[in-house]
Every structure is written in C-alpha cells, then in structure tokens.
C-alpha cells in the first residue's frame, strides 16, 4: 500500500526565513510519481513539481528547492527567504505509474509566514 | 498547462437537497477524471474514479447511490450529491487525466455547504 507521511503539521517562521518541508513516502512500486501542491487559503491546488522515481536530480525554481533521496523514501521541499504569499498548506503527493494514476496525499503541513 | 473548469466554485444547498458540481476539460481530452473530498483542516481523500463511458470506481466507505457520477463524455464530468446533508459539507475538487503517461489536472473545488 501507497502512503505519505508529512511529520510537521504546521510551522510558523517570520518572513526572510528558510523552511525545510518534510515528506516520507512508501510504495512498493519501482516506478512512481512524487508531487508538492501549495493550497492557498482561497482553496485551489497550485501544481509546484512532479518528479519520477527514476530522475533522482535536486530540483531548483526560483526560492523553491527539491531534495530526493531514494535511500531515505523522502522528498522534502525548501523554501529559501520566506515570503508572506507563501502562507498556505503544502501537499506531498504519490502516485503509481505514469503520474495520472490516482494520489494519495499527505495529511499536509500548513506554513504561517509572518511579517 | 491543460485546465480543468470546475463549477460552481461555492454552493449552499438545504438539507435534502441535491447539488451537481461539473468539471470541464477546456483543452484536452479526459478519459479519466478523479473525484476528491476535502473536510476542513483535513487532507484530501479520494472518492472515486470515473473513465468516460463507464462506471466510476468508488472508493471504500464512500457511498456510490449517495454521490452520483457521470462521464458521459471525454469533456465533461459531473458529481451529483443527492439528499445532501450537513455532514457532506465539505470541498470537493475534481481531476482529470487525458492518458497514463500524461500530466493530470486539478479543477479549482467547489466548497459545498449543507444547512
């Protein structure tokens, strides 16, 4: 069975901060999908990356950063000088196979970015 | 990326009342659509799993008379929540796959409220 386990349910850090979001995960498929989604207080699931278990590379966007390590079953996200847009809840995501398969979701970790 | 319309946003309904929420997949074809809940302060569970043509998929415990889908077409996905109850309040989002090897796109929920 899938399963997605995001430790921290909530922080709180003060803007210009770097915040380190944890997410463990557990398959027994060999080729899966891993996902973030941001869901802002107005509801909407915003995408912010997808990755397969086969590219293991570190992944940078702007203040966002990826770290995947196979070794660990772990996916963590970084969000480097914290911004207040950045408030919101942070998803990690599973799916088997070619990505469009069903997710299963973290419980999520909601993020308070305080002026 | 692809969109997903999803309608309406938000709805009030009176108990035993029925509310249809649409998805609608705006530039490309969804074979497969993914019906999501969202309870306050919660994750997101999936309900169900519909492909055009055919019978969704319900996941355990959810109760398939109860929430009514319909893909009747590679466009256009509908979940219709009959004799809605206070307890169905929640927000539900849709999400639709054109193939496995593709990309899946979330709508933007519909937050449903039961008086």
């Known amino acids: 069975a899938q399963k997605v386990t995001q430790a921290q349910t909530e922080i709180s850090v003060v803007e210009k901060e770097d915040v380190t979001l944890d997410c463990v995960y557990e398959?027994?498929?060999?080729?899966?999908?891993l996902f973030w989604y941001k869901q802002p207080p107005s509801g909407e699931l915003v995408f912010l990356i997808r990755?397969?278990?086969?590219?293991?590379q570190n992944e940078i966007s702007g203040r966002y950063s990826w770290n995947f390590q196979k070794s660990t079953s772990s996916f963590n996200f970084t969000i480097t000088a914290s911004q207040v847009v950045d408030s919101a809840v942070y998803f990690c995501?599973?799916?088997?196979?070619?990505?469009?398969?069903?997710?299963?979701f973290g419980k999520g970790m909601k993020l308070t970015v305080n002026p | 990326g692809a969109v997903v319309s999803q309608h309406p946003s938000w709805v009030i309904c009176k108990s035993g009342t029925s509310v249809k929420i649409e998805c609608r997949s705006l530039?490309?074809?969804?074979?497969?659509m993914f019906w999501y809940r969202q309870f306050p302060k919660q994750s997101l569970m999936l309900m169900a799993t519909?492909?055009?043509?055919?019978?969704?998929?319900?996941e355990q415990g959810v109760e398939k008379d109860k929430f009514l889908i319909n893909h009747a077409s590679l466009t256009l996905s509908t979940l219709t929540v009959t004799s809605a109850h206070p307890e169905d309040s929640s927000f539900y989002i849709c999400?639709?796959?054109?193939?496995?090897?593709?990309?899946?796109?979330f709508g933007q929920g519909t937050r449903l409220t039961v008086v």
């Open positions: 995501a599973l799916s088997e196979q070619g990505g469009s398969e069903k997710l299963v």
């Open positions: 398959t027994r498929d060999t080729t899966y999908y």
């Open positions: 990755r397969n278990s086969f590219d293991e």
């Open positions: 530039d490309f074809q969804a074979t497969t």
């Open positions: 519909s492909n055009e043509g055919s019978k969704a998929t319900y």
């Open positions: 999400r639709g796959a054109q193939d496995s090897n593709t990309e899946a796109f």
